[in-house]
């Protein structure tokens, strides 16, 4: 008999801010190397239902290298892996909803474009909810098959725009207007 | 091995849709900032690719390990009732998950969390170490030293009280295993009436929730030692899936 995961919770209010450790938004850097590939920027803002901005919201996201190759067992490639990239970080928003990350700009994978996967915690959500980052102008986007599971009229709300060279901006809206897609966790 | 219907790639260790039941409400009545915060729209199932088959296996080499006793950080140790919570971290299959990173927070005995955003009444004990931060050893195991944590009103809630709780954060072996849940203790009046232990509809899932207590006969003279089962998503692959 299979054991049945256990129930999720919210992080509640007081996720310890010890726990946002120095430096773990940058994932452009690992143990003091910088990792291979295009030097990138993601940011936005977290806004709850009325565009009202969301403090103390946690953000994680994991990506494949620059390589397209993710450091983890189940990929066959992963001696290729890039050995100065974790894939993982963790930022916080602040007071306006903000939030940061520095990165490599990740390898397509066929048939998967370009993205970086994104898993939100926060008060009052009871479960870790996770979305999806594309990238403006991706030719592979129309191919990505986790991207076309979501409803055509949404799918552009997943492509983070980009500001400037290397820059992106993905804002997520977690109820209401414009309200980012979500997936099942 | 179980297929991928997107390309054909056989990946070692999946997971599938969760049983809702046995998951809490989105939404739960009486806790306003679930109905300001979850999304309005159905939840997006996706095909499985490797991106979501994967995951970060080594966190803490970003994140600073921070040991796994929160009573005994200060120059004294932390005021309250001292306990041991003995856990076990296991997959879907009942193997052990070693070498993950768990992080791990509660209140303090008087109810108040090391956090500046409580702003409640209770005082904050300096010799409290409010934030854990561990691996499981090679059987999936970690042991917490800490003080019971105390019950403390949700402030414009109607008379809603958390009981006593501990908060865990667990990375496992894949991006879909991750878990943020918390755990009760047995017999606590508040328990019937939280709206956060009670969000999961199924009352086996409330009740895998709350720990167990060892006779006190048997353990160590200063401390009541308490046990816990957290079973985080994913598998081995089956032939049968493929």
Redesign the interface.
Known sequence: MPLIPTACATTGPFFPPRYIDAGCNDLSRFEGRAARGEPIEIHGRVLQEDGVPLNNLIVEIWQADAGGVYGHPADPRIKEADRDFLGWGRATTDPEGAYRFRSVRPGARPPRARHVNFQLMASGLMRVLPTVMYFESEAGNDADPVLAAVPAARRALLVAHRESAGVYRFDIRLRGERETPFFEL | MAANP??G?Q???VAG???EA?????V?PG?P?????????P?????P???????????A????L?GGDLAGHGAQRAIGQLMRLRVRV?????SPVSGALV?I?H?NAAGR??????DDHAPIDRNFY??A?LLTDESGAFELRTIKPGAYPVPDSGGWWRPPHI?F?LFGK???S?????MYFPDDPLNGQDR?LN??PSA???A??IARMLPPTGGPADALVFEH?????G?KATPAQA
């Open positions: 997107i390309d790639r990946f070692p260790y849709a969760p049983d046995t998951q809490p409400l989105r739960v806790y900032e679930t109905a300001r915060r979850n999304p309005s729209q939840l997006v199932r996706r095909p690719t490797l991106s979501e088959l994967t995951g970060p296996l080594e966190p080499r970003r994140l600073s921070l296991l997959d879907e299959d009942g992080e927070w209140a969390y090391s956090h500046p955003n409580d409010g934030a931060r908060h954060s894949i991006w879909l991750r878990l943020v849940t918390q956060i969000a999961p086996e899932a409330r895998r929730l089962q957290i079973v985080l998503r598998r």
